[in-house]
């Protein structure tokens, strides 16, 4: 079956640095693009970013334009977020996120598919 796992989350001070990473099986990971998604109680799920199957072009939120870095490795069927110059209002748990994953071996996964979430937590 099909199975994203996020993991490096961490509490870290405001100004610090963070890489999540996110494995990926019962797939080809490379026939899908990867989102990285985040929520913080209280507050809608918000996209953060992007990056394509092939040709590495990536795209961002405003919100961490400049601060943060998706990337992949297809044949290690992962995906990275780099997180630096972290401030508090990045505290939230973060998703890996397969957006185009929405029919797989019968089942339905109408958000895309998405990993079970790693805590970032930002604060003095």
């Known amino acids: 079956q099909v199975q994203l796992v996020e993991s490096g989350g961490d509490l870290v001070r405001p100004g610090g640095s963070l890489r999540l990473s996110c494995s990926a099986s019962?797939?080809?990971?490379?026939?899908?693009?990867v989102s990285w998604y985040r929520q913080a109680p209280g507050k809608k799920r918000e996209w953060v970013a992007f990056i394509t199957r092939a040709n590495d072009i990536t795209t961002y939120a405003t919100s961490v334009r400049g601060r943060f870095a998706i990337s992949r490795d297809n044949a290690k069927s992962m995906a990275y977020l780099q997180m630096n110059s972290l401030k508090p209002d990045d505290t939230a748990v973060y998703y890996c996120?397969?957006?185009?994953?929405?029919?797989?071996?019968?089942?339905?996964?109408?958000?895309?598919?998405w990993g079970q979430g790693t805590q970032v937590t930002v604060s003095s």
């Open positions: 996120v397969l957006p185009e994953l929405t029919h797989f071996n019968g089942k339905s996964y109408p958000d895309g598919f």
């Open positions: 019962g797939l080809t990971f490379g026939s899908y693009g």
